[in-house]
């Protein structure tokens, strides 16, 4: 099945066509930058040109970047906090001229992707999906089954911060940290997390997936750490799959 799946992110907004069979993108990514102030209208009209731009009368899976309950949004995470109590999907739909939208948080359908179809495929036991990017994303499944809304990027730093502003890739390039640095840095993280979860894999996504070859020396933690397949695809290709599961 062809579906156009969408993923809001800090950033940018990336959207294609995808086959929910292999997770193929059948087209080519597009991307436009996440409008600021990130308000509720400025972020549907870009939904709304994506929809546009693909020519798209379906249903549509979108990746949203923080906590996100039955399409409503509880958190403001990155963007602005006009979102919370936002019916998403009721939004994206009369924004689009009633097309069906299926709603739910970026690194929760990144992970449904990876385990549907990628790196976590058969894995038994506990497995955490992280998205590293404007903030820090986390998914959680077991056995295959998604425990929504485990957002780990939350957890407060020794320094009264929390922690996704400290380990995340915006951190990096605001602190100017080599990727080694920054890697420690991260590599702290995973090993408080394997304290308080005892998770059997780590799979990593978003934009410095790309880059795992480069600091995965850096990590310890003694845990299996991969990178996603779909890499920074993954919430695109996850946001689909939701969509034709939630359709059904």
Avoid at 29 to 52: D, L
Avoid at 102 to 122: F, I, P, Q, R
Wanted: with cysteine; net charge positive; hydrophobic share 40%.
């Amino acid at each position: 099945m062809k579906v156009l799946g969408i993923d809001i992110g800090g950033t940018g907004i990336k959207a294609a066509i995808v086959n929910t069979k292999n997770g193929e993108l059948i087209t080519e990514r597009h991307r436009i930058s996440t409008p600021k102030p990130a308000t509720p209208e400025a972020v549907a009209s870009v939904v709304k040109q994506m929809v546009a731009h693909f020519e798209w009368n379906g249903i549509v899976g979108c990746c949203f970047p923080t906590i996100v309950v039955e399409g409503e949004c509880k958190h403001k995470g990155n963007l602005s906090k006009e979102w919370v109590g936002i019916k998403i999907d009721t939004l994206f739909k009369t924004t689009c001229d009633g097309l069906p939208f299926y709603v739910s948080n970026d690194a929760d359908l990144a992970g449904l992707a990876e385990v549907s179809l990628g790196a976590g495929k058969e894995v038994k036991g506990k497995i955490f999906v992280i998205t590293i990017g404007t903030g820090i994303g986390s998914g959680l499944f077991y056995n295959g089954r998604l425990i929504p809304n485990v957002e780990l990027g939350r957890i407060y730093h020794t320094n009264g911060e929390i922690i996704e502003k400290h380990v995340a890739d915006s951190a990096r390039k605001r602190d100017e940290l080599s990727l080694e640095q920054w890697a420690k840095r991260f590599d702290l993280f995973l090993q408080h997390i394997k304290t308080l979860h005892t998770p059997e894999m780590y799979i990593l996504g978003g934009g410095i997936s790309k880059k795992f070859k480069k600091f995965k020396n850096f990590l310890t933690v003694d845990i299996p750490v991969k990178p996603a397949k779909f890499r920074n695809n993954a919430g695109i290709i996850g946001a689909a799959l939701y969509a034709v599961k939630k359709n059904k």
